[in-house]
C-alpha cells in the first residue's frame, strides 16, 4: 500500500514543492512506494521559479506541479497520510502550519526546518545557490526517509526516526 506523505510550508511555493519533487524523484528511482505531495496553509498560488529550476535542473519534471492549499488533504478522497512533514523555519520565527485536516489524523508529524531559500541575498545568483543547497539537503534527508521500513514501522519508532533525521 502506497505511503502518502504530506510536505507543509505556508505559501507552497519553494521548500514544500523541493521536497515533494525530491521525494517523489527518489522514490521512483528506488522503487519505493511512497507519494509525497506538498501544499501551503496560505498558498501564494505560484512557485517560486527558482525551485522549478532547482527541480528541473536535478532532471525532476515540474510540469504538474502547482501551490496549493492544505483543504485538498481534508476532503473526501484525499489520500491517507502517513507522514505530515513542516519544513518552514521556525528558528526564523516564521510560522509553520499545523495540521489537522481528516485524513491527517493519524498520521506521524514531525517538523524539518530549512531557511527559506527566497530571502537570500546576492541577488539571482545568491538565490539560486540557496535554492540548490536547499534541494540537496531537503534531498539528503528523504533518501534517509526512504531507507526505513515504512510499512512495517510503528507510529513511535515513525516519529522517532523522523524526528532523528531532522536533527542530523
Not at 526505513?148 to 519508532?157: G, R, Y
Request: charged share 20%.
Amino acid at each position: 500500500m502506497t505511503s502518502h506523505i504530506l510536505i507543509l510550508c505556508t505559501h507552497n511555493s519553494a521548500r514544500s514543492v523541493l521536497s515533494e519533487g525530491m521525494l517523489n524523484h527518489w522514490a521512483k528511482r528506488l522503487g519505493r512506494d511512497v507519494k509525497a505531495h506538498s501544499a501551503g496553509s496560505a498558498p501564494s498560488g505560484r512557485i517560486n521559479p527558482f525551485a522549478i529550476e532547482a527541480l528541473q535542473n536535478a532532471g525532476i519534471d515540474t510540469s504538474t506541479y502547482r501551490s496549493k492549499s492544505w483543504d485538498e488533504f481534508s476532503r473526501d478522497g484525499a489520500p491517507p497520510l502517513s507522514v505530515v512533514i513542516t519544513v518552514c523555519d521556525s528558528a526564523a520565527a516564521e510560522t509553520c502550519p499545523v495540521f489537522f485536516g481528516s485524513h491527517g489524523g493519524q498520521a506521524v508529524k514531525v517538523h524539518w526546518g530549512y531557511p527559506d531559500p527566497s530571502n537570500a541575498e546576492g541577488g539571482d545568483a545568491g538565490k539560486r545557490r540557496a535554492f540548490e543547497l536547499t534541494r540537496q539537503a531537503i534531498g539528503y534527508r528523504m533518501l534517509q526517509l526512504l531507507q526505513l521500513p515504512l510499512e512495517t514501522m510503528s507510529k513511535v519508532d515513525l516519529h522517532t526516526e523522523l524526528v532523528a533525521i531532522g536533527q542530523r
